[in-house]
Each structure stands twice: as C-alpha cells, then as structure tokens.
C-alpha cells in the first residue's frame, strides 16, 4: 500500500520531473518475475527495476526494520494511504526493508536523499522535484 | 553524497542495469520502495 502510494506521488510528479530534464527510476526488492506485476500499470516512461540481493539498499543504509516508536507513525500513513485509494496486496520482498529517495545529478552526486523511517515514511514531492538541478 | 559505483539492479526483462548508467546525462529521481505489495 505504501509501496503504490509512493509510486503514485511520483507518477503525479512525472511530468515536472521530465521537464526538468530528469528521469524518475522505481527500485523494488521483490525477486524479478514480480517486477513486472508491480510496473504493469504504470507508463514506460518510468523505469522499474528491482534489486533482489538489496545490495544496493544496503550500499545506501536503507534502513532496515520496523522504526521503533516511530512506527507509531504508521497509523496516521497507513489511514492517508488507505483513504486515497491505496490497499495492500502481497508483499514481494523484503518486508522489514524500509525504502528511500535519491535526486542524483549527473556524474553520481546524490543532491537530495531521504531514507524513510518506517513505512510510510515519504518525503514531500515537492522538495524532491525542487533538489532537481537544472 | 556520491552514489556507490558499480550496483547492479534488474528490469522488466531480467536484464542487468548498472545503476551508474542511469545518471550519466541526465539528473535522476531514483525511488526505492519498501517492497513489491
């Protein structure tokens, strides 16, 4: 649920992100063959990938568990997320992985990071399309 | 912060991605999700 909710501020975001100049990329951590499942309703203009060893979550500490007392967060998420239409399906992955954001500009230098807490955990769209450098 | 060289992810195809390919042009928005659910 949080997962699509997610992807959704995204998806909303897309088109500021492109003229921008930028691409959005989707990193899951659910095996490959689910990967398609999860990507099939959103535009190719995004580029789903998954990393199903979580090197790369772990190359960027993502954390990993359930938040500790910021989990208690998760209720006030998991209400907003319901009530704009998210709803959970299967997990496929990791489900103690916690996810995050990175604006990378060319060459490699992450200019915006955000590693969620916990579920839910999202930075706010506009600052991601915001750290995007022109 | 830098980002790590040499990451590997998959795509649709099971086709390995280096990640460091993806932000050679262009600024990127990379957003890792929790899970596939």
């Not at chain 1, 909303?12 to 691409?23: K, S, Y």
């Not at chain 1, 580029?47 to 910021?70: C, E, I, Q, S």
């Not at chain 2, 992810?9 to 659910?37: E, I, K, M, N």
């Amino acid at each position: 649920m949080f997962c699509r909710e997610q992807v959704a501020h995204i998806l909303e975001a897309e088109p500021e992100i492109r003229r921008r100049g930028a691409r959005a990329i989707v990193i899951g951590n659910g095996a490959v063959p689910f990967l398609e499942a999860f990507a099939e309703p959103y535009p190719e203009t995004i580029l789903f990938l998954t990393d199903p060893d979580r090197a790369a979550y772990r190359a960027l500490n993502l954390r990993r568990g359930m938040g500790g007392l910021k989990s208690v967060g998760m209720l006030t998420s998991g209400i907003r997320a319901y009530r704009a239409g998210h709803r959970q399906s299967r997990t496929q992955g990791d489900p103690l992985q916690q996810g995050g954001i990175f604006v990378v500009a060319p060459g490699g230098r992450a200019v915006f990071v955000h590693r969620s807490e916990t579920a839910g955990d999202h930075a706010e769209t506009h600052a991601i399309v915001d750290a995007i450098p022109l | 912060m830098e980002m790590p060289s040499g990451l590997v992810a998959y795509d649709r195809d099971q086709q390995p991605v280096l990640l460091d390919s993806l932000w050679t042009d262009c600024p990127v928005v990379l957003v890792f999700v929790r899970h596939f659910g």
